[in-house]
């Protein structure tokens, strides 16, 4: 005879709390049980760290890191810029784009000691008068709703800047293929080509 809803539901509470006591019996693994290298990570030797200074939106900043770090982690997690996202931390997304330069660059793939004296603008120095008013471009992404969730809105801004810059705004068609490096999850594609395109003809 078929068990009834009660005695199927009965048993699977049974399985489940006989589990629980089982695993609860376990000792558990803290850090004062690991192995010393897995608790805790050794100190960088002084040999293996960098001091970097660069300019990033204007402003001189200076940082001492490992010699693997990225320009993506030194810009968010030393210089307290997460403004640049970590998408897919391997060049495939654009979410991490910045300016060094002026010229863009994936920050996830470029080591932060290669941008030794350069010129760097994130998201944060994107609108001018000390943020008070928005770049042409960040403002047209408003009027034509080119973001959604926002995670890669600020390295399509940045990309879509260079993009003006470099010239490639003949056509739309031109403009999909030169922001083909900036991937957007939620399907903003055509506004956001709306955006560089309506800010293109206006510069």
Known sequence: MPETFDEATTLKRRTFVAASTAVAGLP???????????????????????????????????AQVDNRTSLLDLLREHLDLPGTKKGCDQGACGACTVLVDDRRVNSCLILAVMAQD?????????????GEQLHPLQQAFIDH????CGYCTPGQLLS??????????????????????N?????????????????AKEA
Do not use: F
């Not at 350069?118 to 000390?130: K, M, P």
């Not at 709703?145 to 959604?148: C, P, S």
């Open 118 to 130: 350069a010129n760097v603008t994130t998201i944060e120095g994107l609108a001018r008068g000390r």
């Open 160 to 181: 879509g800047v260079a993009c003006i810059a470099e010239g490639h705004t003949g056509s739309r068609a031109e403009i999909r293929e030169w922001m083909s490096g």
């Open 183 to 199: 991937l957007c999850r939620c399907g903003a594609y055509t506004n956001i080509v709306s955006a560089i395109e309506q800010t």
């Open 28 to 62: 558990l693994l803290t850090s004062d049980r690991l192995p010393a290298s897995a608790s805790a990570s050794a100190p960088t030797p002084a040999d293996q760290l960098s001091t970097v200074r660069l300019t990033v939106n204007g402003e001189q900043r200076t």
């Open 145 to 148: 709703d080119g973001l959604q």
